[in-house]
């Protein structure tokens, strides 16, 4: 019987279909010739839990996730259907949890009971939320990386606001600065060389001023006693008496000037009563006059005569005239 071409090619597409079906489903973790026992598993986050991930107890797989589908349609949780593929029991109140590793994938971890009853086909096991060591790590990163995206927004304003500041302007200011910086720098650096700076020097000559002194320590304590002597002595001075003295002349000074310009007194009147000054000038001219009448005619007063003659010239109405100027105190002021 000769096979047509058409049915090789039927054959062969079913074969080749029903190959990746096959395929497909060993990669996906399923074995589609084994008649393997299905329990369910309820959680309200699966985080990073995919389809054929692994399902251990005691470290050893026992299982794959087979599918993912959830509970309602406000996804109140998400039921996993779990494939046994080894023959083993599980009791009844075993608990599931997802787990991670660092470097792996995650996986359900099944925890056995002590119950003499087991988990059949079908049944639901008891689940718990385990956060695991990523878990653990993501919880106290959150905060973390959620102040560093804080902290990065404000870098990226305060560049902004840099950016916006150092224009071509204020970039050469800013250059400019940096160069005086520099200057100064070297400035003071020169300025503090432990050798050739000035304060090296003035250090120095701070040295040798304080040498100095130290070496002429005796002068300057003689120096200081002697001034000291001297200071005694003239503290030892009775300047309080002096200027007692002192006081007591100036207001004397004082009270014969206020009794001169009050008028009190001879000299005051002299001073301050032009009549009386007039008076005195024609007394003292009179007594002039009768001193030269009496030189040039002594007999006139003196009648003292050997003959008995008498003297009958005329007395003098005017001071006589004299060899030298008389004194300008005389005349009238």
């Known amino acids: ?45 699966l985080g990073s839990l995919e389809k054929s991930n692994e399902v251990k107890i005691n470290g050893l797989p026992v299982g794959t996730v087979y599918d993912k589908k959830e509970k309602d349609k406000d996804v109140s949780a998400i039921v996993v259907t779990i494939q046994l593929t080894r023959d083993i029991n599980i009791p009844k109140n075993s608990v599931a949890y997802i787990s991670s590793s660092l470097v792996g994938s995650s996986f359900i971890v099944i925890e056995r009971g002590n119950s003499k009853e087991m988990l059949q086909d079908e049944d639901t096991i008891t689940t718990r939320l385990e956060t695991g060591i990523l878990g653990d790590v993501k919880a106290q990163l959150d905060p973390t990386i959620s102040s560093v995206r804080n902290i990065l927004d404000s870098l990226k304003k305060t560049l902004g606001g840099i950016n916006q500041l150092l224009d071509n302007e204020n970039q050469n200011n800013l250059k400019q600065t940096i160069a005086n910086l520099n200057t100064a720098s070297s400035s003071l650096s020169t300025l503090l060389n432990s050798e050739t700076g000035a304060l090296a020097r003035t250090l120095n000559n701070a040295e040798d001023f304080t040498t100095t002194l130290k070496e002429n320590n005796q002068t300057i304590t003689a120096t200081l006693q002697n001034t000291k002597k001297i200071t005694e002595q003239l503290a030892s001075i009775p300047l309080k008496n002096t200027v007692d003295s002192l006081d007591q002349l100036i207001s004397s000074l004082k009270t014969s000037l206020q009794t001169l310009n009050s008028g009190g007194g001879t000299l005051g009147a002299l001073m301050n009563d032009r009549k009386l000054y007039d008076q005195l000038q024609q007394t003292v001219l009179s007594a002039e006059i009768l001193m030269d009448d009496l030189r040039a005619h002594p007999k006139r007063y003196v009648q003292v005569s050997v003959f008995g003659k008498k003297d009958k010239s005329t007395p003098l109405s005017a001071p006589a005239k004299k060899t030298a100027l008389p004194d300008s105190s005389h005349e009238t002021p």
Do not use: C, P
């Open 1 to 45: 019987m000769k096979i047509s071409n058409e049915t090789k090619v039927g054959a062969l597409t079913v074969l080749a279909l029903a190959l990746l079906f096959i395929g497909f489903n060993y990669l996906k973790g399923r074995d589609v010739f084994s008649n393997s026992k299905k329990i369910y598993a309820v959680f309200t986050d």
